[in-house]
């Protein structure tokens, strides 16, 4: 039910959702399983923080149970537009769940908007700003707040592991190994078909052919970690990837340079840290994606203020990000032409943009994030506790 009919629903429907009564059956089960291991441990008044897709119920059998407790609910990825949310058979079941929750964060404010609008249109909540509140005679009474708290990165973390001298010698053997081409573009995903890996090669194979890129000159690192390998869509995908990496390295490879370096497997940190250090161009082309922290730890690795991030409009990271090379996935000479862009920037121009991108982001790290959540989630039972009293 997760990655079946969850998952494609909540990315656009970028692959048909399956809607089955009996998967339904079971994610409610589970969902009961969660609630009742943290029923059994709760204190008085304790914090519970629910995240994501899995756990959209809790909320609710939480609230029921105990009133008591102050709740809050995190989704990691995006949340659908209404027109494409009105698909799922239990879309009112799904939003009651969440709406247990005290405060339900997401990654961008377009997501937020998008759960509140689903909220007025297909159940009996109404909405005034950021809050919704239940209709009367609901067996919840709690108000709900939906608003966007985009997650982060360890920034500090990141900066000094690509201060380690291992590493950075380590980088400068990845460059060896490839036989030191002026460029080394890198691709880091999970394989799933919201990533925009095949748009991604495409415009790749695309430049070489037409030889605005050159063999020799430039190389392609894509890392690409097993995911979900027992469903029917991704074992489609894998076969989609690797016929068309075949297709580019047999065409554009020569004996001693390769164009293409596809990794289907995943890495330890201070390894891809030593790949990102490695990298003059990250390129992120996912299709829809509620944040992607590949591009911030890409970011967070360069200090020095080299380096370029090629990033789809369609992340959340865009909104934070604003100084990386946007491009639209879906128009691959757009995203040729951008690339280029991202290829020949001088590295003065790289600097001003990575220089503001890692203000953002030492600003904004994953402490902070989770320290705002709670803090507001803090400050809503607060807010409740005296509105009730003085009622």
């Known amino acids: 039910f997760s990655n079946s009919t969850l998952w494609p629903l909540y990315h656009d429907v970028i692959a048909p959702p399956q809607y089955h009564r009996t998967w339904w059956d079971r994610y409610k089960r589970i969902n009961r399983r969660f609630a009742d291991a943290v029923l059994g441990i709760a204190a008085p008044d304790a914090t519970v923080w629910v995240h994501d897709y899995q756990l959209q119920l809790v909320p609710q059998m939480l609230r029921l149970a105990r009133p008591d407790l102050k709740i809050g609910f995190f989704l990691h990825i995006p949340f659908p537009a209404a027109s494409l949310f009105s698909?799922?058979?239990?879309?009112?079941?799904?939003?009651?769940?969440?709406?247990?929750?005290?405060?339900?964060?997401?990654?961008?404010?377009?997501?937020?908007?998008?759960?509140?609008?689903?909220?007025?249109?297909?159940?009996?909540?109404?909405?005034?700003?950021?809050?919704?509140?239940?209709?009367?005679?609901?067996?919840?009474?709690?108000?709900?707040?939906?608003?966007?708290?985009?997650?982060?990165?360890?920034?500090?973390?990141?900066?000094?592991?690509?201060?380690?001298?291992?590493?950075?010698?380590?980088?400068?053997?990845?460059?060896?190994?490839?036989?030191?081409?002026?460029?080394?573009?890198?691709g880091v995903d999970r394989l799933d078909y919201t990533k925009g890996i095949r748009h991604r090669l495409k415009a790749y194979g695309e430049l070489l052919s037409d030889q605005t890129l050159r063999a020799g000159d430039v190389c392609l690192i894509q890392v690409a970690s097993p995911s979900r390998e027992n469903v029917d869509s991704y074992i489609e995908l894998r076969d989609q990837v690797e016929l068309m990496v075949g297709q580019i390295t047999g065409q554009h490879d020569t004996l001693s340079h390769t164009t293409l370096r596809y990794l289907h497997q995943s890495y330890p940190l201070r390894e891809m840290i030593a790949m990102y250090l490695a990298a003059d161009v990250l390129l992120v082309t996912a299709l829809r994606d509620g944040m992607n922290l590949v591009a911030k730890e890409y970011v967070a690795a360069h200090q020095d203020g080299r380096g370029v991030l090629v990033l789809s409009e369609y992340t959340g990271a865009a909104d934070q990000l604003t100084q990386a090379v946007l491009v639209n996935p879906h128009d691959i000479d757009g995203m040729k032409a951008k690339i280029v862009e991202a290829v020949q920037m001088n590295e003065t121009e790289q600097e001003r943009r990575m220089k503001r991108m890692n203000r953002h982001l030492a600003l904004n790290d994953v402490s902070k994030w989770s320290d705002d959540f709670l803090a507001e989630l803090a400050e809503i039972n607060a807010a409740t506790s005296v509105h009730e009293i003085v009622r």
């Open 87 to 186: 698909q799922l058979p239990w879309r009112t079941q799904i939003l009651e769940g969440l709406a247990g929750a005290d405060l339900v964060g997401f990654q961008r404010e377009t997501d937020a908007s998008n759960f509140l609008r689903c909220l007025r249109r297909f159940t009996g909540y109404s909405t005034k700003g950021d809050v919704a509140s239940p209709p009367a005679g609901n067996e919840m009474q709690n108000l709900c707040r939906a608003k966007a708290h985009p997650i982060s990165i360890d920034t500090e973390h990141i900066a000094k592991l690509s201060r380690d001298p291992q590493i950075i010698a380590r980088a400068a053997q990845i460059r060896h190994e490839l036989g030191n081409p002026k460029t080394i573009m890198l």
